[in-house]
C-alpha cells in the first residue's frame, strides 16, 4: 500500500524540554494508524506538529510526497491533512446543519468577491455545499438534529459533529485527537464502527488516544510513544506482546493494555 | 419564502420612502430645520458605527473607530485645501487611505484577542489625536478651517450633484448624502452579512482555531474586515470635515470611539442594523436627557447600564422575540 503521511525525525523543544524527539513512521493509504502512550509522552505535542499548528524544531511531515510541516493550519487544511479536536470545538451558536456547510469552504469555487456579488460559481457552491452537508450528517446519524443550534447537543453528538466537520473539508487523512475521550462503553463501540466506516469508505486516520480496549479494537497498527521517543510500531497483537510497552505501562496501566 | 422575500422588498421600500421623503417633508412643514444637522449626525455616525459592528462580528471589540473617522476628515480636508481636489473624489479617497493604514495596523495587532486588542485600538484614537496635533500638515491644534463646501459633481459634462455652496438649503443636500451613504453602507453590510462572509465571519467570532483548521485563512479575513470597517470610518469622517467645514485634532477623540461601540452593543451585535437603531437612539436619549443638566451623564449611564443587564443583545432582539411569538 501507498504512504499517505511520513513522518520523518521529527523534534520540538520547548526550552531545555524536549517534547518529541526524533520521530519516525508513515501512515499508510486507508489505515488506521493509532498513536498511544503514557500521560506527558508527547502525543499532543507530535499531532500538533502533524496538523501544522506547531513549527517542528527540526525534521519534517510530508504528505503524498509534499511537505507540509511549518505551514500555517488552513494551507496544511488545503493540502488535505485535517484535524478534529479535543474539546468539543465546534462552532456554538450555528446549526448544526451549518457547521458542516461552512466547513465546505476549502472546496469552494467562488472568491469572496463572488460571494459578495452572489455569482453562479457562488449560488452552485452554495446548493453542492448544502447537499453533501446533508449526506455527511446522515453519514454520522446527526440529520435528526440539523438545524438543532451546535451548543445544545449532547456529548457524544459534539464529537459526532466535530468528525463532520473535519470530513467536509474532504481531507486526505483526517487526524482525530481523542475521540473517544469521555465517553461510556457504548458510545466508545459506537464510535469506533463509526470511524471504521470511514476508513472503509476510502479515508486515512490518524488518532491519537488514551482509551487502550478501543485502540486495540480499531488500529490496523499502532505507534507507542513514552517520554518523547517512539518505543514500538505494529500491529495490535504485535504491541501488546512488546516489552518495552509493557514496561511503560507496567504495574498502573497493564490490564488497560488487555493483558 | 417569495412571502419573505415580498416582506423584505416592502420594508426595504418603507425605509427609504420615509428617509428620502417623509422626513424631509415633516421638517419643512414643522419648520425645524435644524433637525436635518442632527439626522445627518446620526446618519454619518450609524456608518462609523457600522465599521464597529462588523469588527465585533469577526470577534474583535473595536474602540478605535475614531481613529479613521479624524484620518478620514483630515485626508479629505487636506486634499481639498492643499491640493485643491474635489470633495467627492477625496471621499473615496480617505475610505482607501484609512483602508490601507487599517491594513498596516491590523496586521501587528489583529492577532490580539478579547481585551488586548480592545486597548490597542483605545490607544490608537489618542495617537491619531496627538499625530494630528504634531505633524505639520495639519496644523497642530488650530486644524484646518474655512473648508469650501463640496462643488459641484459632474461626469460627461451632466452635473449628477450641484455645487453645495449655490444651494439654498446645504443642510438639506448633506442631508441627502449621508442617507444615500448610510443607505448603501448597510446594503453593503446586509449583503455582506447574508453572504458566505457573513458565515465565515462567524466561524472567526467562535472559534479561530476551528476556523482554521476548515481552511479559512483566518489572519486574511481578519484583516478584509478591518480595511472595510476603517473604510467606513473614514468616509464618515469625510463628511463630517465638509459638513462642518473643519477638521481639529479633537473632532473624534476617545470618548467618539467609545460611543461607536456603543451604539453598537445597545442595537445588537447580531443584527446587521443594530448599529444604525442604536447611534439614533443613543444619539437623541443624550440630547432628551439634556433638561435633566448636571444629571444627565449620571441617568444615562444608568440608563445603559441597566439596558445592557435586561437586553444584552440589544434591542433589536425585541423585536426579534416579538416575532418569534407571532
Not at chain 2, 437623541?284 to 444608568?302: A, C, E, R, V
Amino acid at each position: 500500500m501507498a504512504e499517505m503521511l511520513e513522518v520523518s525525525r521529527l523534534s520540538k523543544r520547548f526550552g531545555g524540554l524536549v517534547a518529541v524527539n526524533n520521530i519516525s513512521f508513515s501512515v499508510r493509504e486507508k489505515e488506521i494508524l493509532s498513536v498511544i502512550g503514557p500521560n506527558g509522552a508527547g502525543k499532543s505535542t507530535l499531532f500538533k506538529l502533524i496538523s501544522s499548528f506547531l513549527r517542528p524544531t527540526t525534521g519534517e511531515v510530508r504528505l503524498k510526497g509534499e511537505r507540509i510541516s511549518g505551514m500555517a493550519p488552513h494551507i496544511a487544511a488545503r493540502k488535505g491533512v485535517v484535524r478534529t479536536f479535543q474539546e468539543t470545538t465546534i462552532f456554538k451558536n450555528m446549526s448544526v446543519r451549518d457547521n458542516v456547510v461552512i466547513a465546505h469552504h476549502l472546496r469552494s469555487k467562488a472568491s469572496l468577491l463572488g460571494f459578495f456579488l452572489g455569482t453562479g460559481a457562488a449560488k452552485a457552491d452554495e446548493v453542492a455545499f448544502g447537499a453533501s452537508a446533508d449526506e455527511i450528517l446522515a453519514l454520522l446519524g446527526l440529520s435528526s438534529l440539523a438545524n438543532e443550534t451546535a451548543r445544545n447537543l449532547p456529548h457524544g453528538h459534539l464529537r459526532a459533529l466535530g468528525i463532520a466537520i473535519g470530513l467536509a473539508t474532504d481531507p486526505s487523512i483526517l487526524l482525530l485527537d481523542e475521540p473517544f475521550a469521555g465517553m461510556n462503553h457504548d458510545e466508545t463501540m459506537r464510535m469506533v464502527a463509526m470511524v471504521r466506516r470511514l476508513r472503509d469508505l476510502g479515508l486515512t486516520i490518524l488518532l491519537v488516544e488514551h482509551d487502550m480496549p478501543a485502540v486495540m479494537k480499531i488500529s490496523d497498527r499502532i505507534v507507542v510513544l513514552n517520554f518523547g521517543q517512539k518505543i514500538a510500531e505494529g500491529t495490535p497483537s504485535e504491541i501488546q506482546a512488546n516489552e518495552k510497552v509493557i514496561e511503560a505501562y507496567l504495574g498502573s496501566e497493564d490490564e488497560a493494555i488487555g493483558l | 419564502m417569495t412571502r419573505n422575500r415580498n416582506m423584505k422588498i416592502a420594508s426595504v421600500a418603507a425605509f427609504l420612502a420615509i428617509v428620502f421623503i417623509a422626513v424631509p417633508a415633516a421638517i419643512s412643514a414643522s419648520g425645524r430645520f435644524d433637525l436635518y444637522y442632527t439626522l445627518t449626525s446620526v446618519a454619518l455616525l450609524s456608518i462609523a458605527s457600522a465599521g464597529v459592528w462588523l469588527t465585533f462580528y469577526i470577534g474583535r471589540i473595536n474602540i478605535g473607530q475614531g481613529a479613521y473617522a479624524l484620518m478620514g476628515g483630515y485626508v479629505s480636508a487636506i486634499l481639498v485645501m492643499n491640493y485643491g481636489w474635489s470633495f467627492w473624489l477625496t471621499l473615496p479617497v480617505a475610505g482607501l487611505f484609512c483602508a490601507a493604514a487599517s491594513v498596516l495596523i491590523g496586521l501587528p495587532i489583529l492577532r490580539l484577542r478579547g481585551v488586548y486588542f480592545a486597548m490597542v485600538t483605545l490607544v490608537l484614537t489618542e495617537v491619531a489625536r496627538l499625530l494630528a496635533l504634531a505633524l505639520p500638515i495639519t496644523n497642530g491644534a488650530k486644524g484646518i478651517v474655512s473648508i469650501p463646501l463640496p462643488g459641484a459633481l459632474s461626469v460627461f459634462g451632466l452635473i449628477i450633484i450641484p455645487d453645495f455652496a449655490t444651494l439654498q438649503n446645504s443642510r438639506l443636500a448633506f442631508y441627502l448624502l449621508a442617507v444615500t451613504l448610510m443607505v448603501v453602507c448597510f446594503g453593503v453590510m446586509y449583503r455582506l452579512v447574508n453572504s458566505r462572509i457573513g458565515k465565515l465571519c462567524q466561524s472567526l467570532q467562535q472559534n479561530e482555531e476551528l476556523a482554521s483548521s476548515i481552511g479559512v485563512n483566518i489572519a486574511y479575513l481578519r484583516i478584509i474586515a478591518y480595511a472595510v470597517s476603517s473604510f467606513f470610518g473614514g468616509v464618515a469622517g469625510a463628511i463630517f470635515a465638509a459638513i462642518s467645514q473643519s477638521i481639529y485634532p479633537s473632532s473624534f477623540t476617545v470618548t467618539d470611539s467609545v460611543n461607536f461601540m456603543l451604539n453598537c452593543f445597545l442595537g445588537g451585535l447580531g443584527y446587521v442594523f443594530g448599529p444604525m437603531l442604536g447611534t439614533l437612539v443613543l444619539y437623541f436619549g443624550w440630547d432628551l436627557l439634556f433638561q435633566t443638566g448636571q444629571f444627565q451623564l449620571l441617568i444615562y449611564s444608568g440608563l445603559m447600564i441597566v439596558l445592557m443587564l435586561v437586553l444584552p443583545n440589544g434591542l433589536l432582539s425585541l423585536a426579534a422575540s416579538i416575532r418569534k411569538k407571532a
